[in-house]
């Protein structure tokens, strides 16, 4: 099945701090997203993105679907980005595979 | 408010004791999802259904049953054949087709303890 990578696998920030996370999959896919998921395990989307680039408020993403990457930028970090974000791609019939996570935490 | 809801938030069980996980949704989509989440990992697909009456096996699906009555609701078992239980379960939803169509939406989850 689609491989999917995500790096760094930790990542500490001061707040105020830029980050740039990325993922790279090893297959052609339909559907790429990007989730947050709280400390209360909740996933919240962030990006509905299989290519090309957007953004909402601090965060954007960049999804090159011929070379098989999609990078998450935050900037200024606050300390309510801290948590867990997920790369999730699916091929065909919606069906998410996802990376094992960058996990972020925001320090003061 | 649409959305998905999940119950209980939290759930504990004695090993041998099959348990139904609820996943309800009101945000009218066709296809709903179960993963399973262990701690530090990504989620995993266990069962998907895109249309009412209608499921498929995901990545995992031994251990669990599922059924698709009505368009809102994909309830979870976990028997008693699955080796490792514990786990954070979340369920899904999206509206396959073209463009954002097919987003998912998740949950907030069930945590299932078995001891």
């Known amino acids: 099945g689609i491989q999917v990578e995500q790096s760094p696998p930790d990542l500490i920030l001061q707040e105020g701090a830029n980050s740039t996370l990325r993922c790279n999959f090893s297959?052609?896919?339909?559907?790429l997203q990007w989730f947050h998921q709280n400390p209360w395990g909740q996933l919240i989307n962030l990006f509905y993105i299989p290519s090309g680039t957007k953004q909402n408020g601090r965060l954007s993403a960049t999804t090159v679907a011929t070379e098989r990457y999609s990078l998450l930028y935050i900037s200024s970090s606050q300390t309510t980005d801290s948590g867990v974000y997920f790369c999730?791609?699916?091929?065909?019939?919606?069906?998410?595979?996802f990376g094992t996570g960058t996990r972020l935490q925001v320090t003061l | 408010d649409g959305g998905i809801t999940q119950s209980p938030k939290y759930l504990f069980r004695k090993e041998g004791q099959n348990v139904t996980l609820s996943c309800e949704q009101n945000l009218n989509h066709d296809a709903m999802y179960w993963y399973r989440q262990d701690p530090g990992q990504g989620l995993r697909l266990i069962y998907y259904s895109q249309i009412v009456n209608d499921f498929q096996k995901g990545d995992i699906a031994e251990g669990y049953s599922v059924s698709r009555e009505k368009k809102e609701s994909f309830p979870l078992t976990v028997t008693s054949a699955q080796k490792n239980p514990t786990a954070f379960y979340l369920c899904a939803s999206s509206r396959p087709g073209t463009g954002n169509l097919d987003e998912q939406y998740f949950g907030p989850g069930t945590r299932l303890t078995v001891t």
């Open positions: 999730a791609v699916d091929m065909a019939a919606s069906k998410l595979t």
């Open positions: 297959d052609s896919v339909n559907n």
